[in-house]
Nanobody
Framework: HVQLVESGGGSVQAGGSLRLSCVASGNAYYTNCIGWFRQAPGKEREGVAASYDGRTWYADSVKGRFSISRDNAKNTLYLQMDSLEPDDTAMYYC????????????????????WGQGTLVTVS
């Protein structure tokens, strides 16, 4: 199994950037596919980015502004967020799985079995 710990959230003005990190520990098999999700107050959890086998997918709302990546040597997943907007304000979660329930674009929460605790992003 795998444990995930996010960091990098904070408060930023509209137009600014943040990079979220997610350190994975445990069995790397369970990080074959990775995703980033967000949940704003009063809203459902939304998938924003996913990656599997070197390919990436993005929600339309963040396409061209967010970028998902991973550094296997550091066991770390990243979400680079540029041109942030107030609507991007949410708790952000990283998620991983071995891929057994996964198919593109990988933006559904039920496709992931492992979740971090979340990091808060506030855009004003």
């Amino acid at each position: 199994h795998v444990q995930l710990v996010e960091s990098g959230g904070g408060s930023v003005q509209a137009g600014g950037s943040l990079r979220l990190s997610c350190v994975a520990s445990g069995n790397a098999y369970y990080t074959n596919c990775i995703g980033w999700f967000r949940q704003a107050p009063g809203k459902e959890r939304e998938g924003v980015a996913a990656s599997y086998d070197g390919r990436t997918w993005y929600a339309d709302s963040v396409k061209g502004r967010f970028s998902i990546s991973r550094d296997n040597a550091k066991n770390t997943l990243y979400l680079q967020m540029d041109s942030l907007e107030p609507d991007d304000t949410a708790m952000y979660y990283c998620a991983t799985d071995d891929g057994g329930l996964w198919d593109p674009p990988g933006l559904k929460a039920e496709q992931y079995g492992y979740w971090g605790q979340g990091t808060l992003v506030t855009v004003s």
